[in-house]
């Protein structure tokens, strides 16, 4: 007689690493002092610096993280400077 067959336990899920909520300010250059915070309950998303004050603000849905608040403001930066650029 033979043996029954076990089944094979599943292999353990890899964690994801967190990622930043603190970055560089890109008009002071001043790094880490930049944080970005999400408010759910009124779907804003918030980018600050603490050295020069600076922020940007945008509309948030629940997929997105402070990365993305942060990348939203560095593209809006460029965005303005290139309609600088071609209307000088």
Not at 3 to 13: D, G, V
Not at 55 to 75: K, Q
Request: hydrophobic residues 30%.
């Amino acid at each position: 007689m033979g043996k029954r067959k076990s089944r094979a336990k599943p292999p353990p899920k890899k964690r994801m690493d967190k990622l930043d909520t603190v970055f560089s300010c890109p008009f002071c250059n001043h790094g880490t002092s930049v944080e970005c915070r999400i408010d759910m309950k009124n779907l804003i998303g918030e980018a600050v610096c603490r050295i020069c004050q600076e922020s940007f603000s945008t509309s948030v849905t629940a997929l997105i993280e402070p990365i993305d608040i942060y990348s939203e403001w560095i593209d809006e930066c460029e965005r303005v400077n290139n309609l600088e650029d071609e209307g000088a």
